[in-house]
């Protein structure tokens, strides 16, 4: 099924009337504005919805619109006669439950229906209050909110009202939703129009009390029924005459009226005042810019200006391929983080770090510190960003280089051990731990201090997994590789003594050997992106090369300074104690800020080499994609290396916002989420679609790594004319074009199938993506649904595969 984009129409004012409470008058409310609607003009048509409905069928809501708003056209999707909430209500019906993607395709559908048949004004009535269950037993305010229509909220006029009013407003809110407008019926006991018209004026949102209507019959029966019939027709009649209601649709239509302009505007007021990231603007115009209205769970609501019939939303749901930039873990708009995030705004704001302590900062550093498998890892700093926290990362384990080694940074250059491709960020002191490329070349302060080793990559190449030399090393390294399983590229115990890995070690020690002891360069740390480097094009090292680049620092602590006192050892011949805290070599700095916390399946990327690092950074998923928070953890050797009686040995780096409440609620609780749903099995699915089913795979790796994305999408895509290789693994999937010019990152052969997920055929949803150069990568939430991605799939097969 295809995702449910949000309904907007020029044509069609559609809004969804939530109450404050259960019997507050949601229905007599829509009645009163049905009514108003059709007297307008005769031109105007006003419909009514009402997705879910429990109770006696005579006593339904549709049915009492037809006989008090003639003309009205309405509609119920799901009827219940149990007038019990509709998660009850369908159990004791034992009928299949609706699931809550097709009760939205179905609001959205009549929707549309109407919006192409002349229809002017529609409402969409919830059942009781703002969180009563849905027939999944979701909260209604969880459920419809992929629509986002504005809100016309029944407030409760009786005691007590006040409170859940505003309750019902603002759970509303922390949700995403525009509350265009508050109604009420008047109480001249409890007065609660006139506390709420005042609290809700300050918040320029319109409140209009209406007449309470009459009470209900005591006993029903067909006296008393016709009597009340009379009784309600006389209480419209009496709304009309005496209520400004016709003004209060005018806004509402202004309002309408206004969003769209707005989302019409916004690409050309971009391209006027917006410098964007990573971007040429050269030649790029305002039709370049998507405007997006809102997001929620895997997509964007995309803004399309043109070429729609009248039926069809303005708002389109585009599948969020960058995970937006590589953030995304929990959803957009996940109610959760959202509740959490206000929280900790409500409980602290912000407040300064340094010498103080609050509970969110202190309770995530302790989770991290407990969970994330590395020993070594014992002191936690709070930075803003994965660029900023590579800053910190390189200062602790340049640091702790030079106190050990005795070196004076301020007369010698001291540089870094890497990856070429690697990339650490944008601000100046971790661009000097990346090789020349595009992103750093033309930066005037740019010096690239150090050396960056090529390295075997992996690839699925017509149906094989493939580990791939460099050509140029080919004698060093031995020819390329070829497996079964992507379980046996990540056997690195198994592959430890192989033929290639004593050749990974060999050329690495003499390397080293030669930069150090022949060309006289000083290195301070060991720094890598596990398994994927990112930035630099979706480069999937061999993870035994990591391994054994990590071995190799770590068991010749001679190679970088030949006064070093502990003797060389293979850590593979004599190992080491079971827990080895202490750095050896140089410290091994790993950036998983993009790699780390589930992005690859796994809480920590370093698991799959079995290497503690010295220092670790994280951020991205850390927040589940919500707010801007990085943790730079260190072992008690690279701390104990700032300790002095002098401040200005400290580590002197900090920012104003460091360690704000906000991030660290959230990222608590998005972590505690990740951690519950891999003990729950919430992936088991995806891991039994990658457990190997030939024999020959080591013991213990079946079903170890695998990915969202299906296996036989990317075996498939690795037969394509077009495709030089492609990799998934956790929810990262990643497809590199042939490209006669050689590939980089300036190369523009991805962009031809960006084009193509951007225009599909269907029209009812798109892929936004990014492209490195030839290389085209998507990405999901790790809460992404299976349905989800492989539509996604069915459309990549679509523009790779079709034209065979």
């Known amino acids: 099924m295809s995702p449910v984009g949000a309904a907007l129409w020029r044509s069609l004012r559609a809004h969804q009337v939530y109450g404050a409470n259960t019997d507050v008058g949601k229905t007599i409310v829509s009645t009163v504005l049905c009514n108003a609607i059709q007297r307008q003009t005769s031109q105007n048509q006003a419909a009514f919805l009402k997705p879910v409905s429990t109770g006696p069928l005579d006593d339904a809501d549709d049915r009492h619109i037809q006989r008090h708003a003639a003309g009205t056209w309405t509609r119920c999707l799901y009827q219940f ?5 509709p998660h009850i209500a369908v159990q004791q019906k034992k009928t299949t439950i609706p699931r809550d993607d097709d009760i939205l395709a179905s609001v959205h559908k009549t929707l549309s229906d109407w919006a192409g048949s002349g229809v002017s004004f529609a409402l969409v009535e919830t059942a009781g209050g703002v969180h009563s269950p849905g027939p999944n037993a979701n909260s209604q305010a969880d459920l419809y909110r992929p629509l ?16 859940s009013s505003i309750s019902a407003y603002e759970s509303l809110v922390v949700r995403g939703y525009d509350v265009h407008s508050v109604l009420l019926f008047r109480d001249e006991y409890y007065k609660n129009h006139e506390y709420l018209l005042n609290y809700f004026q300050k918040k320029s949102i319109p409140l209009v009390p209406l007449p309470s209507p009459p009470p209900k019959p005591a006993t029903w029966n067909v006296d008393s029924l016709a009597r009340d019939e009379e009784a309600m027709a006389a209480y419209y009649g009496r709304v009309a005459q005496k209520t400004d209601i016709m003004s209060l649709l005018e806004q509402l239509n202004a309002k309408n009226a206004e969003r769209i302009d707005r989302l019409e505007s916004m690409a050309r007021r971009a391209h006027a005042t917006i410098w964007y990231p990573f971007t040429q603007h050269h030649g790029m115009e305002a039709k370049d810019i998507t405007p997006i209205d809102s997001a929620y769970d895997d997509y964007f609501q995309t803004f399309a200006e043109s070429g729609l019939s009248p039926h069809e939303s303005k708002l389109r749901a585009t599948f969020d391929g960058s995970a937006s930039w590589w953030t995304q873990g929990l959803g957009h708009g996940n109610p959760s983080l959202a509740l959490s995030a206000a929280y900790a705004a409500g409980r602290y704001g912000h407040v300064m770090f340094p010498g103080n302590i609050h509970e969110p900062a202190l309770s995530l550093a302790e989770l991290l510190v407990q969970s994330i498998g590395n020993p070594r890892l014992r002191k936690v700093f709070y930075t803003d960003n994965g660029s900023t926290g590579m800053e910190v990362a390189v200062k602790m384990g340049l640091r ?12 010698e250059q001291i540089s870094i051990l890497g990856l070429k491709g690697s990339y650490h960020g944008d601000t100046i002191g971790v661009m000097d731990c990346s090789e020349p490329s595009t992103f750093n070349q033309k930066v005037e302060w740019y010096r690239g201090r150090g050396y960056w080793f090529d390295f075997p990559q992996v690839k699925m190449s017509q149906g094989v997994w493939k580990i791939e030399m460099p050509a140029h ?7 390329d590789l070829e497996f079964s399983s992507l379980d046996g590229v990540f056997a690195v115990e198994n592959r430890l003594q192989s033929a290639a890995g004593k050749r990974y070690k ?11 002891h022949k060309h006289g360069m000083k290195f301070g740390s060991l720094i890598m992106e596990p398994i994927i480097l990112g930035a630099g094009g979706m480069l999937f090292c061999d993870p035994l090369f990591q391994r054994c680049l990590a071995e190799v620092v770590r068991g010749h602590p001679e190679l970088f300074d030949p006064s070093a006192t502990r003797p060389a050892q293979d850590p593979a011949q004599d190992p080491a104690p079971e827990v080895e805290t202490a750095w050896s070599g140089l410290p091994i700095i790993f950036d998983e800020v993009f790699t780390g916390l589930y992005r690859l399946g796994r809480k920590s990327s370093a698991s799959f080499l079995n290497v503690d690092a010295d220092i670790a950074v994280n951020a991205k998923l850390l927040t589940g994609g919500l707010v801007p928070l990085c943790t730079t953890m260190a072992s008690d050797e690279i701390f104990r290396a700032f300790s002095s009686p002098e401040k200005s040995d400290a580590l002197l780096h900090g920012h104003s916002y460091t360690a704000h409440a906000v991030g660290c609620q ?3 609780d998005s972590l505690q989420t990740m951690i519950r749903m891999e003990r729950s099995g919430s992936w088991d ?3 039994q679609d990658w457990t190997p089913t030939q024999t020959g795979t080591p013991a213990g790796s079946r079903g170890d790594v695998w990915s969202v994305w299906s296996h036989g999408l990317v075996s498939d895509l690795s037969h394509a004319p077009s495709v030089d290789g492609v990799f998934a693994i956790g929810t990262v999937l990643s497809i590199s074009l042939k490209d006669i010019q050689g590939g980089g990152y300036t190369s523009t052969a991805a962009r031809g199938l960006q084009q193509r997920l951007v225009s599909t055929s269907d029209g009812k949803f798109n892929v936004h993506s990014r492209v490195l150069g030839n290389v085209l990568y998507l990405m999901s939430s790790v809460t992404s649904q299976v349905e989800a991605l492989r539509s996604i799939e069915g459309l990549l097969r679509e523009a790779l595969l079709s034209r065979r």
Do not use: K
Request: charged residues 20%; aromatic residues 8%.
């Open 81 to 85: 006669e149990e007038p019990v909430s």
């Open 148 to 163: 986002r229509l504005p809100v016309v909220l029944v407030a409760d006029s009786r005691l007590g009202g006040i409170s």
């Open 400 to 411: 702790a280089a030079c106190d050990r080694y005795g070196w004076d940074a301020s007369q």
């Open 473 to 479: 090393l080919h004698e060093s390294l031995g020819s």
């Open 506 to 516: 060999e050329y690495i020690r003499s390397t080293i050997h030669g930069l150090v």
């Open 666 to 668: 959230v990222a608590v």
């Open 685 to 687: 699915g995806y891991r």
